[in-house]
Each structure stands twice: as C-alpha cells, then as structure tokens.
C-alpha cells in the first residue's frame, strides 16, 4: 500500500490533493481499476474513495463501467490533456517522434524531469512484435534511464543530485549502475558526446540511446529516448541511433517550452 499521498497537505486542500492522486493512478494504470484497488493503492477508506470517485464522475473526468464497475479516466481529463499538449507545444513535437519512429522501426519517448523521476509524456511505440511494453506517465529513477542521464548531464543541481544518493544504488536490474561514483563518470561522458545510454540499467533486455532537449542556456528538463530491445540494439546501432535522437532531441527543442511546466 502507498499511503495517502496527500496526507502532508493542509486540511483545506486535502479533499483537492486526494482526487489528484487518484487522477495520477487512473492515468497510470493500463486499464480499469475498481474502487477497493484505489482506496489500497492510496491508503484512503472506502468511504473517501467513494465520495471522490462521484465527484470525479460528476466532473466528467473519470467514467464508471456500468458493466465492471471499474473506473478509467474520462472524456474530460482527455480534454485537459489535449489542452495541456497545445500549451506545451507537445503537440508539434510529436509529429517528430513518429517520424523518428517509423525511420528506426523502435520506440520514441518524450521524457521530463519532476524532482528525482523521469516521467514519460509522449510515447511512439515500435511496431515491430519484439518491444517494450510502457505509456505516458511512467515513472523511474533518474539514474537508471537514459533520459535521467542526458538530462542530469545538462542541469545545473547535477551535483546536488549526485550527494543526495545513498553510496549503494537501489538495483532495478542486474545491470543497474551501483555507486554515485560510476553515474558521476557516466554523466561526464554524456556532456562530452552529447548524449547518453542505458545498458538495461532500467529494464532487462532494454537498450536505449537519449539526448537532452535543451533550452537556450545549454539546460535540460526534458530528453528524447529511442528504445530499442538489445538483440536489435549492437554497439554500432547505438552510434547510429545516437545521431538520430541528437537531431531530433534539436528538433523537439524548437516547440517545447521548458520553462513551462515541463520545469519542476
């Protein structure tokens, strides 16, 4: 169990923090979740996850299956997020990624920084039988993806980041990196070549190549991530793609505005 998320909050935004947090683990679930599973997963009672579950329904933002019972998010949170996608010019960076996609034949993430987390925005997924399953809105560990490394390697608190991590990494995989002291080279080298990688560091039998979406001060919050399975990923595809996220990652940067929302 997760714990009610917003319990920190004071009380008058409570009830607001709440139905944040049970938007957050709709737009993070790959299907309908029932109400007992939202109370577990957020620590509230079946009472409180009832009554905010109405009113999210009542606002048009989460939507009943009258069959299950489930709920899932609604034609009014799609709304929002077509909303959002224009304000933060998303919606003319994706155009980017599905070509990018269909020139490689592999998966393209659009990924941000919130605090220590990259969280994917947009996503192209392969075609190809042979991928990674993920969607917007996953979350993961800044050092042990791609994109939390191209990002890392271009922010100014990248030192900060580094002090704040225990001496032994929490591992994801086998593959994960272990001290501060390896991700601190690796980010060297990230600033050196202009973009960075993950070994199956974040999910076994996953290689991906990223680069920083900058902006004008030579800063990063955001990174475009090609993803690619590692039997379709040797050491020379990963020069190749480099180059290719590189350019696009330039592209991206032209329409995302990162001192918008995308910034923490």
């Known amino acids: 169990?997760?714990?009610?998320?917003?319990?920190?909050?004071?009380?008058?935004?409570?009830?607001?923090?709440?139905?944040?947090?049970?938007?957050?683990?709709?737009?993070?679930s790959s299907g309908e979740l029932s109400a007992a599973t939202v109370a577990a997963e957020l620590g509230l009672s079946s009472g409180t996850t009832s009554r905010i579950?109405?009113?999210?329904?009542?606002?048009?933002?989460?939507?009943?299956?009258?069959?299950?019972?489930?709920?899932?998010?609604?034609?009014?949170?799609?709304?929002?997020?077509?909303a959002a996608q224009r304000v933060l010019g998303l919606d003319r960076a994706l155009p980017v990624l599905e070509?990018?996609?269909?020139?490689?034949r592999e998966s393209v993430n659009l990924v941000v920084r919130e605090a220590d987390e990259s969280v994917v925005m947009?996503?192209?997924?392969?075609?190809?039988?042979?991928?990674?399953?993920?969607?917007?809105?996953?979350?993961?560990?800044?050092?042990?993806?791609?994109?939390?490394?191209?990002i890392l390697a271009f922010s100014p608190d990248a030192e900060a980041y580094l002090?704040?991590?225990?001496?032994?990494?929490?591992?994801?995989t086998p593959h994960t990196l272990r001290s501060p002291t390896v991700l601190r080279r690796q980010l060297e080298e990230t600033r050196e070549r202009g973009?960075?990688?993950?070994?199956?560091?974040?999910?076994?039998?996953?290689?991906c190549v990223?680069?920083?979406?900058l902006d004008p001060e030579g800063c990063a919050q955001a990174a475009l991530?090609?993803?690619?399975p590692t039997v379709r990923m040797p050491p020379e595809r990963v020069v190749e793609l480099s180059a290719v996220a590189r350019g696009a990652a330039h592209e991206v940067g032209r329409y995302v505005p990162l001192d918008r929302a995308l910034s923490r």
Do not use: C
């Open 163 to 172: 002090s704040s991590l225990p001496a032994e990494l929490p591992q994801l």
């Open 225 to 228: 991530v090609i993803q690619v």
């Open 1 to 28: 169990m997760a714990g009610d998320r917003s319990g920190q909050m004071p009380g008058g935004t409570q009830a607001i923090g709440r139905a944040l947090s049970v938007l957050s683990l709709l737009a993070g």
């Open 210 to 213: 990223g680069a920083p979406v």
């Open 99 to 104: 070509r990018v996609s269909s020139e490689t």
């Open 195 to 207: 973009y960075s990688i993950d070994d199956e560091e974040n999910v076994a039998g996953v290689r």
């Open 53 to 82: 579950l109405r009113a999210l329904v009542a606002a048009g933002l989460v939507t009943q299956n009258p069959r299950t019972e489930g709920y899932y998010l609604g034609s009014g949170a799609i709304l929002l997020g077509q």
């Open 122 to 150: 947009l996503r192209v997924q392969s075609t190809l039988p042979l991928r990674f399953e993920q969607h917007p809105g996953a979350r993961f560990p800044l050092y042990t993806t791609a994109s939390g490394k191209a």
